[in-house]
């Protein structure tokens, strides 16, 4: 982040040493509504010339658009330039599935699908619809939609090697229903021989409530979600300090756990492993905003708060729920106080 964005700092005499990671739905905007704060806010953290004075990134879980279309939109809403590159979506994390970009893929959810799996890297997505095209009698769930002749097309498809779940989709069962022969004919939906016992087709799903990307400060809005995310990673950050530079891949060399020379697979699988580690940051202190579903009026004691989260939380199987990483390392007001609280805090003055 800091070398895509380092033509910015030139003029500054003191580069800065942190970043901001800005969760957008109730902490900049409230739908298509900017906040008041945040246009304030963003004023401090451009120049003259609308250059960010410091690395600045925006994280979303929406995953139904380009990664332009939503950088044009907080540019229109903020009122400041805002590229591609600085934008995180949901979908984001799978540019570094490096193995499955050159195989036919599955693509279920919402809006552009061929144009951001193609953006993302993958050369051979198929839709839902196309499946659907292909395979008419698949689509048993939709009667509404059948058609009355069934004249699926004479080419075939290519073996399906993974499933990628952007988002939602518009008809849930129809995709549940496909997908799911997809998975069950190992890759050759509507071929009864090549039916297995249990399905071993990779389904990639896109989730940014627990995405391990930031930088630094990260103004939030959500305790479950946001707030548990940053403190995670931040634990993540952590720990690698502790064990040093060395990466999961080599220690895992290292280790006796695998072979003395990766295969070319184990490459392209861990490659992103080393990209991470390359440029990670040394911390994340989640700042938590009151402008978005947090209500610091409503607020309940710890052990009462940990109880009810335990019962809720989302989190992903492989991690257990812990009270402490639901607190956040501060509680500001809106995000422009979050910026002068990270100004403060760091003894930054950009002018």
Excluded at 91 to 112: A, E, I, N, T, W
Excluded at 206 to 234: H, I
Aim: with cysteine.
């Amino acid at each position: 982040m800091y070398s895509s964005l380092s033509n910015s700092f030139l003029q500054l005499s003191v580069l800065p040493s942190f970043g901001f990671l800005f969760d957008i739905d109730g902490v900049l905007v409230r739908g298509k509504t900017p906040i008041p704060a945040a246009k304030t806010a963003f004023q401090k953290l451009v120049n003259s010339q609308g250059q960010f004075v410091v690395p600045v990134v925006f994280v979303t879980n929406a995953g139904n658009c380009l990664r332009q279309e939503k950088a044009d939109q907080l540019s229109q809403l903020l009122g400041v330039p805002i590229s591609q590159d600085q934008v995180v979506m949901s979908h984001s994390p799978l540019r570094m599935f490096k193995r499955y970009h050159d195989k036919c893929v599955l693509v279920s959810g919402q809006g552009p699908l061929l144009d951001i799996a193609q953006d993302l890297g993958f050369c051979q997505p198929i839709t839902i619809e196309t499946l659907r095209e292909k395979h008419p009698l698949l689509d048993v769930v939709d009667h509404d939609r059948r058609p009355n002749v069934l004249s699926p097309s004479a080419a075939e498809l290519p073996k399906i090697e993974a499933v990628v779940l952007f988002g939602e989709p518009v008809r849930w069962e129809t995709n549940l229903q496909l997908i799911i022969d997809v998975l069950l004919t190992s890759g050759y939906p509507g071929n009864p021989y090549h039916c297995e016992n249990y399905p071993h087709i990779p389904v990639l799903a896109c989730n940014m409530d627990l995405m391990w990307v930031a930088e630094a400060q990260s103004p939030r809005d959500n305790l479950m979600t946001d707030v548990y995310g940053a403190n995670l990673y931040n634990r993540c950050l952590e720990e690698n300090s502790r064990q040093g530079s060395k990466s999961w891949v080599q220690a895992k060399v290292a280790g006796g756990r695998g072979p003395a020379t990766l295969s070319q697979d184990e490459e392209i699988d861990n490659s992103w492993e080393n990209e991470l580690a390359s440029a990670a940051a040394a911390h994340c202190r989640s700042v938590l905003v009151c402008t978005g579903v947090y209500n610091p009026h409503t607020e309940v004691p710890l052990d009462t708060r940990a109880s009810i989260a335990e019962t809720v939380f989302h989190g992903h199987r492989d991690f257990r729920f812990e009270p402490g990483l639901v607190e956040p390392d501060h509680i500001v007001p809106d995000v422009d106080a979050a910026v002068d609280l990270v100004f403060q805090l760091e003894n930054f003055a950009p002018y």
